[in-house]
């Protein structure tokens, strides 16, 4: 009994980081094209680019973190569900 408690209380962890990845690359993913948006409408109007190309690039690697964490705890999500059925 209290292993299956440990083991939903795991679930529920990899569920609910899960659901906090997907947001989190919902809103990094909106994010990074306004900025690229930004980035194009400032290189046409020939200004400085230099801040928004550095805001481009910390968005874009927090997204690639993201989604590297999602992949991850997809396939725990995956492997809890391979467990449930043994």
């Not at 009994?1 to 529920?12: D, E, K, N, T, W």
């Amino acid at each position: 009994m209290l292993a299956f408690i440990a083991y939903s209380r795991a679930v529920v962890v990899v569920a609910n980081t899960l659901g906090d990845c997907r947001n989190k690359v919902l809103k990094l993913t909106g994010l990074a094209q306004i900025r690229r948006i930004n980035l194009a409408q400032a290189q046409a109007a020939s200004k400085d680019t230099a801040s928004i190309q550095a805001a481009l690039a910390d968005t874009e690697k927090k997204l690639a973190t993201n989604i590297a964490i999602v992949g991850f705890t997809s396939f725990l999500w995956m492997l809890g569900f391979v467990f449930c059925w043994d």
